[in-house]
């Protein structure tokens, strides 16, 4: 089983493996609006591997291996596990020993949309799913070998419903018929323990363990045992994949947490404004389909950091959605301003959240200055870079209009001939106007005299 795996890729291969760059090429800046919008869908498929992917990657690695020590195909042991339940099995033991588990439990944590299952998804895509055996050095070996099942916890799901899934999941893996599930819990529970015996399941994957309702499971310890069960009796390596607040269930008791994390833990924060997001921003930048290429420049990447919060998978609609606002446009660079305003149509419905969270993390930004000073009752937050927060409606501030762009389409054509022009100063009629106006008894009434001032001026200057 173990031989079977692929070879061991050291860090520098497993990098590029675990890496995911869409095809680019600065020819197709030149096509159409129409074509180039379609192409800022590669955007989503970039994976840009961090420290954590290797470090995943390897538990996982190791936990399959592990597992898999102790169910040799040949061995009288693995031929007395697959045949009798752990509670029924023979009383007399096999020449080589009763069955003893290697399973392993390992746990992921983080908040939805820091990487958690697209992280998972590179890594699995590294194993094969299903490994067929014929022969075994030159022996007869017929051995269908299921390397790895994710499942997703349904909503509002219960311990068959997660089964259900579990033995759906294996057989589309095996091919052939479904299995028709049984309609006791119980009967359902061994059939499932029968069918990841047969199929030599490497290690089982199940996400979104947060949607798991205790109520229906049968409680805590219920749930928790039937998890045992598969990592201690059946020796299947478990991965549970969830958001906060799963980890407080499994930090309960020491038992619990114990077997969770017996291999390894992961939690997957927010991002922090370092060289890990610079590494993200630089590869997802190049991913750029306007007319001209506009640079990265560290006031842009503060800026999409500031809007994202650090989450990976806002940044990335927040950039795609800046790009199509501006392809086919006059101006199709991407500004602060343009990607405030992205961010106000690509993350209209996580914008709660995402107030929520800039809101903590500026009250720990007060609260670590507040350490800092001491004796200061009250910390200056002109100095904080959350300067988009206005604290007392929780809201975001956004500008709609980039200052870069003209704002009236009637002042087009006169706006970008100033900007053209090298010497505003030869255009300028009456260069003492203001100091005139400034002096006399009525200012508004002199520049409505001089003709400067007016009520509608949009009405009147776009007219002439």
């Given amino acids: 089983m173990i031989e079977a795996l692929p070879k061991k890729l050291k860090d520098e291969d497993l990098v590029e493996k675990l890496s995911s760059y869409p095809p680019f090429s600065e020819s197709e800046r030149k096509l159409s609006a129409f074509e180039r919008i379609e192409y800022l869908t590669r955007i989503d498929e970039l994976r840009q591997p961090l420290p954590v992917y290797l470090e995943c990657f390897r538990a996982i690695e190791i936990a399959i291996k592990k597992g898999y020590s102790s169910k040799n195909p040949l061995s009288p042991t693995t031929m007395n596990y697959l045949h009798y339940p752990v509670d029924q099995r023979?009383?007399?033991a096999p020449r080589t020993g009763y069955f003893k588990s290697n399973g392993s439990g390992i746990t992921l944590l983080g908040e939805s949309g820091v990487g958690k299952s697209c992280m998972l998804e590179q890594i699995l895509n590294c194993f094969p799913e299903v490994i067929e055996h014929r022969k075994y050095q030159g022996e007869p070996l017929y051995i269908k070998q299921v390397v790895w099942a994710k499942v997703d916890c349904p909503e509002n799901s219960s311990i068959r419903a997660l089964c259900l899934k579990i033995l759906l999941e294996i057989d589309r893996k095996l091919g052939g018929e479904e299995t028709k599930p049984e309609k006791m819990s119980d009967l359902l529970v061994k059939q499932i323990e029968a069918k990841i015996k047969s199929s030599f399941l490497g290690v089982i994957i199940i996400d979104e363990m947060q949607?798991?309702?205790l109520a229906k499971a049968g409680g805590?310890?219920?749930?928790?045992g039937f998890l045992h069960?598969?990592?201690n009796e059946l020796g299947v390596p478990i991965l549970l994949c969830a958001n906060p607040p799963f980890d407080k269930l499994l930090g309960k008791t020491l038992k619990t947490a114990r077997r969770a994390e017996s291999q390894a833990s992961f939690t997957m924060d927010l991002m922090k404004n370092d060289e890990e997001w610079s590494m993200f921003v630089e590869e997802l930048w190049v991913l750029q389909w306007t007319k001209e290429k506009t640079p990265l420049t560290k006031s842009l990447s503060d800026k999409l950091y500031d809007l994202s919060i650090g989450n990976m998978d806002l940044a990335v609609r927040i950039y795609r959605e800046s790009q199509r606002l501006v392809i086919g446009s006059d101006n199709e660079s991407?500004?602060?301003y343009v990607l405030e305003y992205a961010a106000k149509k690509a993350i209209n419905f996580s914008k709660k959240s995402v107030d929520e969270a800039r809101i903590n993390r500026l009250e720990k930004f007060r609260r670590i200055r507040r350490e800092k000073s001491n004796n200061r009752s009250k910390v200056e937050t002109s100095e904080i870079s959350f300067k988009s927060i206005d604290t007392s409606t929780s809201e975001v501030m956004i500008i709609p209009g980039d200052l870069n762009r003209p704002?009236?389409?009637?002042?087009?054509?006169?706006l970008s001939y100033l900007q053209s022009i090298g010497d505003l100063n030869e255009l300028?009629?009456?260069p003492d106007l203001i100091r005139r106006a400034s002096i006399a008894e009525n200012p508004e009434a002199e520049l409505k005299?001089?003709?400067?001032?007016f009520k509608n001026p949009i009405k009147h200057l776009s007219s002439k």
Avoid: C, R
């Fill in 90 to 92: 023979s009383k007399v």
């Fill in 211 to 213: 949607h798991l309702n």
């Fill in 220 to 224: 805590e310890d219920k749930f928790l």
């Fill in 229 to 231: 069960n598969l990592m």
């Fill in 334 to 336: 991407i500004t602060e």
């Fill in 407 to 414: 704002q009236h389409h009637e002042f087009h054509q006169k």
């Fill in 428 to 430: 300028i009629k009456d």
């Fill in 449 to 453: 005299k001089m003709g400067v001032l």
